[in-house]
């Protein structure tokens, strides 16, 4: 018989074993092709702004959450409908690193839309500044193209907030 503290060590053992595996596993769920379309999506909001019969804060609003249910959408396809239980495994570990800047966004977003006093035209700078934070965070976990995406959301949230930017 095998005694109980070697069995509590192999289990440790497997444990760290499969956190490791975790860690060096690609997540199929979050293409690149999916993230810059939201992208080009957002890129050329600004052109139908003055043509769409909405404020411009619901208008980025709409924007915003068309590409979360973008994004999101092909997410919850893959794991429900594709994924195994590893990919299922990640994709829950991807999305709790995703999640710190998602909720940030979401929850300033709230406070903005609900303070008349603030300027609308830097929320989407904002946006853009956590969206690429949040795919930085998951890009372990998700494929090489990824992190050219998030440079490009990264930098172009610093372009609209600088002073040549558009949202100042």
Known sequence: MIPPMEVRQALSHIIEIRQALLGTQIYRGHRPATIATTGVLAALTPFFLDKLPLPTATSWLLVGIVCFLVVGGEMAHDYYYSFGSTQKRLARHVLSQFTPPLFMGAAL?????????????????????????????????????????????????LALLSPSGQAT
């Open 109 to 157: 977003s709230w406070m903005w839309c609900n303070s008349p006093d603030l300027p609308m035209a830097p929320l989407p700078a904002l946006w853009c500044l956590f969206y690429g934070l949040g795919l930085f965070a998951a890009r372990p976990h998700l494929g090489r193209g990824v992190g050219w995406v998030a440079l490009f959301f990264t930098l172009a949230g």
